[in-house]
């Protein structure tokens, strides 16, 4: 039992990362406390191909641009683990690996946080654990009885792994383009990409320079009481980044409607016919991974905890970044997470003193 900190901060992603550099700006003492073995966060469990929606210079966290690397206009995954890396380092942030949280509970005036790392009673409590670790599956019927592969967006790495199989990419979004692009342009597989609707892409030229503008507008609007935007979501759904823009261009990436069930050994569609498949990839989203913060008993609606800003209505303690746009513009991405982890730093030191 320690309290010789007055901030613990739970993940040491982006977002966590973020947040010790703005407390060590405001003179707090603070512990980052990150379950992963290494540094870099979720980036170090991407797939092989995967990009950033915006180069380098739009991907930084605050105080330290994202360096160019020569011919990679886009960094990818290993770049974005390696600028983490650098950025824990050079910051002498105080970060401890292999530090999982279980839970978070009230003690008083403090909250008490059990670790791997042992128990901290400190003055205030940020969370920043993504969704990585809670990959979403649907509930679609015969999902137990499937005897092929299941896996999730978390576990897929790359083409080479479903040569000459039947694969059944689902999902709409950003991860089910960028997978059933892969697979189509580099494998060996044959591929079906089932979505509930049919894919929107946003137009070629936005990515995430624009999309960060914009979820900014959004949210200055939302906050001053003018008409909602409708934000990136008005426009569409899927970057085209340049594997999915080759993709689609080359006729290769095309979708079709959601199957009604899974069977023994694929799919039946809603027109009753059936077709074979040796794997599903679940491209279907995540959800916060807030089951540390259950004894606080915070959760609101869809799972997510009733925020201002970035502090949690029933525990002003209680700071949450990096989880979507309820936690501020943009702050799951490596440019959106420095602003609310600011924000955050500002409310703690008045609470502290």
Known sequence: MTDRVDVVVIGGGQAGLAAGYHLRRRG????????????????????DSLHLFSPADHSSLPGRLMPTRPGQTYPDARHVVDYLTDYEKRYDLPVQHGAR???????GDRLLTESDAGAWRTRAVISAT????????????????????????????????????????????????????DLTLHGR???????????????????????????????????????DTGGVASLGD???????????DAGLLHTTPMFTRLTADGVRWADGSHSGADAIIWATGFRP?????????????RGHIPTDGTRA??????????????????SATLIGAGRPARDAAGQITDLLH
């Open 189 to 227: 597989a044959q591929v079906t990409w089932a979505t509930r609707r049919p894919p929107r892409f946003l137009p070629d030229d936005i990515d995430g320079r624009a999309l960060f503008g914009i979820a900014t507008a959004r949210r200055r609007a939302l906050d001053t009481g003018r008409p």
């Open 238 to 248: 899927i970057v085209a980044v340049p594997p999915v823009r080759a993709a689609r």
């Open 313 to 330: 209505l029933g525990e002003p303690r209680l700071h949450l970044l990096g989880y979507g746009d309820w936690t501020g513009p943009a």
């Open 289 to 301: 991974a807030l089951a540390h913060l259950a004894p606080l008993n915070l959760r609101g609606p």
């Open 101 to 107: 949280v279980h839970s978070v509970h009230r003690e």
């Open 28 to 47: 707090l003492g603070f512990v980052v406390l990150d379950a992963g073995p290494a540094p870099g966060g979720s980036w170090q469990h991407m797939w």
């Open 130 to 181: 993504g969704t990585w670790s809670r990959p979403f599956f649907p509930a679609v019927p015969g999902r137990t009885t499937f005897t092929g592969r299941q896996l999730h967006t978390v576990n897929y790495r790359a083409p080479a792994d479903f040569t000459d199989q039947r694969v059944i990419v689902v999902g709409g979004g950003n991860s089910g383009a960028q997978i059933a692009a």
